[in-house]
């Protein structure tokens, strides 16, 4: 049939391609996670550290995956540099734990964000339709989630064009919301003591912790427990940070690749770092860091406590009263609507990229009739909305940002490798600041791994387990390519 292509066209510009990495980073992220954040390290200017961290890892990452993109400006993306570097096996493993959690997963947790706000507009939404125990709850949101997942796959099944203009318009209004956030909330806030009440111990970290009755626990953190409550909070940071590699997948749809690749991985990641810095100073200017959880209004919950962890909601009432929270969660879910077009955009070429070299179903090699691989982009949607399910949203976050950070490792790792194994490969761009900047990030990045798996044990497992589970399915199902 004429229909079944399988060669992707190149369309795509600079532009579309800054657009893909930074629209992928900011969904919803940014307007929730600062209140786990606040909780677990307590003081404005750890806070703020790590988000700076973040931000530097971040673009470490982005400026290293330069050096692969120029070398295989190819659709896969990150799928393909691992396999060049360590082989069919770990390359299947990394695209099992995309397929499986990373990409899915992360789709399916910013999903559930995306019905969490709309629920601020229809309140009905948080009905349950029915429940198993009180392990599992169904609810409308739930229902909202998958509706969201599917219409967006739909969207994209009709060409890279319409996932394109969906992109760019969603990623504008998202930078739109974030900067009137900052702007307006430092105008507001900075007329107020609250920012300078803020940083007047801003080094004093604690770890505050609410009881089951409703009393709360406050512990000092010094020293190595103060490391350790800083490493495993930066989870929720990196989560916010993650998805900026999604470009990479879509290579083969990208014009000039060698340059427009790199260029863009580091414009996206630098844009998203600096504007989400800035908006956690308008939270601290807006907010008091400290609250109580029993508190009925903004300002008395502070960013502790935020309503259901809205943090970037309850900054915005701070603005311009309760109108305002309808405003920020009519943006925020244009944004994490405009984050999970991008994903699933980008997720489905990295399957195609796999089904062609034999370690994905088969039939998502073929490109319908507007050359998208629509087979591949409707099994992501079907894992996608499973995870909707049966997954919770911490969890989701967990899994699918300790396995990325692994790979995100091995990926970087593999800069080295190919350095020794192919020292006269062609390199348009090479790896910013090599070596100092790429092992710098690795050991950092190694350190972060080490301690979420100290501190969050089982759920750090789970996401090792959930790779280690891809090596039978490797030997047993793959095809041997000869």
Same mark, same amino acid.
């Given at each position: 049939m004429s229909e079944n292509k399988t060669e992707l066209k190149?369309?795509?510009?600079?532009?579309?391609?800054?657009?893909?990495?930074?629209?992928?980073?900011?969904?919803?992220?940014? #307007?929730?996670?600062?209140?786990?954040?606040?909780?677990?390290?307590?003081?404005?200017?750890?806070?703020?550290?790590?988000?700076?961290?973040?931000?530097?890892?971040?673009?470490?990452?982005?400026?290293?995956?330069?050096?692969?993109?120029? +070398? +295989?400006?190819?659709?896969?993306?990150?799928?393909?540099?691992?396999?060049?570097?360590?082989?069919?096996?770990?390359?299947?493993?990394?695209?099992w734990t995309v397929f499986t959690v990373i990409q899915t997963g992360v789709i399916a947790a910013i999903a559930v964000t995306?019905?969490? &706000?709309?629920?601020?507009? #229809?309140?009905?939404?948080?009905?349950?339709?029915f429940s198993v125990g009180s392990s599992f709850v169904f609810s409308y949101q739930k229902v909202l989630a998958i509706f969201s997942i599917v219409l967006l796959t739909y969207i994209n099944t009709k060409g890279v064009q319409s996932g394109k203009v969906v992109q760019l318009v969603f990623t504008s209004a998202k930078l739109i919301a974030l900067f009137a956030l900052i702007i307006l909330g430092l105008y507001v806030g900075l007329k107020t003591d609250i920012l300078s009440d803020n940083f007047a111990n801003m080094w004093e970290a604690s770890k505050t912790v609410v009881n089951p009755d409703g009393t709360v626990t406050v512990t000092k953190l010094v020293g190595t427990a103060l490391l350790g409550a800083a490493g495993a909070t930066i989870i929720n940071s990196l989560f916010s940070s993650d998805a900026w590699n999604?470009?990479?997948?879509?290579?083969?749809?990208?014009?000039?690749?060698?340059?427009?690749?790199?260029?863009?991985?580091?414009?996206?990641?630098?844009?998203?770092?600096?504007?989400?810095?800035?908006?956690?100073?308008? &939270?601290?200017?807006?907010?008091? +860091?400290?609250?109580?959880?029993?508190?009925?209004?903004?300002?008395?919950?502070?960013? +502790?406590?935020?309503?259901?962890?809205?943090?970037?909601a309850a900054a915005a009432s701070m603005i311009l009263g309760n109108v305002s929270v309808f405003v920020m969660a009519g943006l925020i879910m244009v944004s994490t609507f405009g984050c999970n077009s991008g994903l699933i955009l980008s997720g489905g070429r990295l399957f195609f990229a796999m089904a062609k070299d034999g370690l994905f179903f088969r039939q998502a090699t073929e490109l319908n009739k507007n050359q998208v691989p629509a087979k591949a982009l409707w099994v992501q949607c079907i894992w996608a909305c499973v995870l909707c399910i049966s997954g919770k949203f911490g969890d989701l976050l967990t899994y699918a940002t300790f396995a990325s950070l692994?790979?995100?490792?091995?990926?970087?790792?593999?800069?080295?490798?190919?350095?020794?194994?192919?020292?006269?490969?062609?390199?348009?761009?090479?790896?910013?600041?090599?070596? #100092?900047?790429?092992?710098?990030?690795?050991?950092?990045?190694?350190?972060?791994?080490?301690?979420?798996?100290?501190?969050?044990?089982?759920?750090?497992g789970l996401g090792l387990a959930i790779v280690a589970l891809g090596i039978p399915v490797y030997y047993l199902a793959m095809p041997k390519k000869q």
């Open positions: 190149r369309s795509l510009g600079l532009i579309d391609a800054t657009s893909l990495v930074a629209g992928s980073m900011i969904g919803s992220g940014i #307007f929730i996670v600062t209140s786990a954040m606040a909780r677990d390290i307590g003081s404005a200017a750890w806070l703020l550290v790590i988000w700076i961290v973040t931000g530097l890892i971040t673009v470490a990452a982005a400026l290293s995956y330069g050096e692969l993109a120029g +070398m +295989m400006p190819n659709a896969g993306g990150q799928f393909v540099y691992i396999q060049r570097a360590y082989g069919r096996l770990v390359s299947f493993l990394y695209g995306f019905a969490n &706000y709309a629920a601020i507009f #229809f309140p009905v939404l948080d009905e349950t339709l999604n470009v990479t997948f879509i290579a083969g749809e990208i014009k000039d690749p060698k340059k427009n690749i790199p260029r863009s991985l580091f414009l996206g990641t630098v844009i998203v770092t600096v504007v989400y810095v800035l908006a956690n100073v308008a &939270y601290l200017a807006l907010l008091p +860091m400290q609250g109580s959880p029993s508190a009925s209004d903004a300002l008395s919950n502070g960013i +502790m406590f935020a309503n259901n962890d809205r943090v970037g692994l790979f995100y490792i091995l990926t970087i790792l593999g800069v080295f490798i190919l350095r020794k194994k192919e020292p006269h490969a062609d390199r348009p761009y090479k790896a910013f600041g090599y070596p #100092f900047v790429p092992a710098l990030y690795i050991v950092v990045t190694v350190a972060i791994c080490l301690t979420l798996l100290i501190y969050d044990t089982f759920n750090t």
